[in-house]
């Protein structure tokens, strides 16, 4: 089982910056694609971005791009996503996820572990 904690969510004004943490146990982090969701209020949860094992791929939702960016220190067992500019509708709870490339899932956006989620609040 890994445990994904995220880190590093607040309140922030239109425009500003935050940087996501998401720190994952075990040993066999380099092996996922790690990604982050995020859910606004009302709303169905939204892929965010995603990072392949070695950190040399990334995709982001059209919503973010330009804007945000992940990025993962397998060293380390985290990944990040930094977020610049950010709008209010940017506010939502924002999840981390990883991927065993060994596990497939039928549910969960394709996603095999998640964290409990860190709260961005975007004020106009």
């Known amino acids: 089982q890994v445990t994904l904690v995220e880190s590093g969510g607040g309140s922030v004004q239109a425009g500003g910056s935050l940087r996501l943490s998401c720190a994952a146990s075990?040993?066999?982090?380099?092996?996922?694609?790690m990604a982050w969701f995020r859910q606004a209020p009302g709303e169905e949860r939204e892929f965010v971005a995603t990072i392949n094992w070695s950190g040399g791929s990334t995709y982001y939702a059209d919503s973010v791009k330009g804007r945000f960016t992940i990025s993962r220190d397998n060293a380390k067992n985290t990944v990040y996503l930094q977020m610049n500019s950010l709008k209010p509708e940017d506010t939502a709870v924002y999840y981390c996820?990883?991927?065993?490339?060994?596990?497939?899932?039928?549910?969960?956006?394709?996603?095999?572990?998640w964290g409990k989620g860190t709260l961005v609040t975007v004020s106009l």
């Open positions: 996820a990883a991927d065993d490339p060994l596990i497939i899932a039928s549910s969960d956006d394709g996603m095999d572990y």
């Open positions: 075990g040993r066999t982090f380099s092996r996922y694609a």
